[in-house]
Each structure stands twice: as structure tokens, then as C-alpha cells.
């Protein structure tokens, strides 16, 4: 009997050490949240709208909207919009605006916007908590485009959605 414990552990430990060893390697490339596969939009399309919903529906994130426009004058509208089934204790929207590096041939964040809302500063409830901000000075003649970070807290749970549009050119 100790015999074939023994054994049976000896293989256990012979198996676990052969596929640690044929593991792939860690490449932080791989997992950037700026990859390069979204689409950009062709010349004359001034905005690009992302929606994502629940698949499985959370408890309470129903959904999130994230809306890129070209303003004019290099200005760039963002307008991040979460959606809950009813009031939750806390939500933060991170807006991202990233440019198409041509050279490259990727996307490259220029900057962000963060914002958090919280329970006691809404008294009808927090259900729509949304953001609405301008992106200045940006280049005409480049593409870009909007990813963002929504998570909301309800009575200790997470939940979360993270919609990205599509590359518009900037030529108002």
C-alpha cells in the first residue's frame, strides 16, 4: 500500500513538472489593452458608437455605451452613458482616447478621463450615472477612437463592462 501511494504521488509530481515545462511563456505584448485590431471608419464618418450588454445578465449592469465624435477644431466628444437594473453604491467610468500610430500599425493612448460616482450623491438613486466630456487640441487628418472602463459596486459585488469603438478621422 505505501508502495503505491508513493507511486502514485511520483506521477503526479513527473506530470505536473512535463506541463509546467511545455507551458507558453508570459509575453506582455499579448495581452495589451491597446491592441490593434479595431476598425477605423472610413474618411467622412465623424463618430462610432460601442454598446456592451450583458451576456449572462449581471444582478444589476445592464449595460454601457461609449460614443465618440468629432467635434471640429481637433475636438473630440466622449460620451460614456452605464446602465443599471437598479440603484447600486457606487460606479467609475475611465474614458481612454487612443490615436492610430500609423507607423506602427497599432493604437496608442493619449490620454484619460476617470470618473466615480457614489450612493450618497445621488438621492433618487444611482442608475444612469454618465460622462460627457471634450478631448482638446487632438490632430486633424488622424484616426481615433474611445475604449472604456465601467465597474459598479452593489452590497460587496463587481460588476463590469469595457466597450471600445471604432477609429474615426478627425477632419471638421
Known amino acids: 500500500m505505501k508502495k503505491l501511494c508513493l507511486s502514485i504521488i511520483s506521477f503526479i509530481l513527473v506530470m505536473t513538472i512535463s506541463v ?15 491592441d490593434e485590431h479595431s476598425e477605423l471608419l472610413p ?5 462610432s458608437k460601442a454598446s456592451e450588454h450583458a451576456v449572462f445578465r ?9 460614443l465618440i465624435t468629432d467635434k471640429g477644431d ?16 457606487e460606479v467609475y467610468i475611465s ?9 506602427d500599425e497599432r493604437w496608442r493612448q493619449v490620454t484619460y478621463y476617470d470618473a466615480e460616482f457614489y450612493k450618497k450623491d445621488f438621492p433618487d438613486g444611482l442608475i444612469t450615472p454618465s460622462v460627457d466630456i471634450v478631448f482638446q487640441k487632438q490632430k486633424k487628418g488622424e484616426y481615433y477612437r474611445l475604449r472604456g472602463a465601467f465597474a459598479a459596486y452593489s452590497l460587496g459585488a463587481v460588476e463590469g463592462f469595457s466597450p471600445t469603438t471604432a477609429g474615426i478621422k478627425l477632419e471638421k
Open 20 to 34: 509546467n515545462a511545455f507551458a507558453k511563456p508570459f509575453n506582455p505584448a499579448d495581452y495589451t489593452s491597446v
Open 43 to 47: 474618411e467622412g464618418v465623424s463618430q
Open 95 to 103: 474614458i481612454y482616447l487612443d490615436h492610430w500610430d500609423e507607423s
Open 74 to 89: 481637433g475636438n473630440i466628444g466622449a460620451l460614456a452613458v452605464a446602465y443599471m437594473q437598479y440603484p447600486v453604491d
Open 58 to 66: 449581471g444582478d444589476f449592469f445592464v449595460s454601457a455605451d461609449l
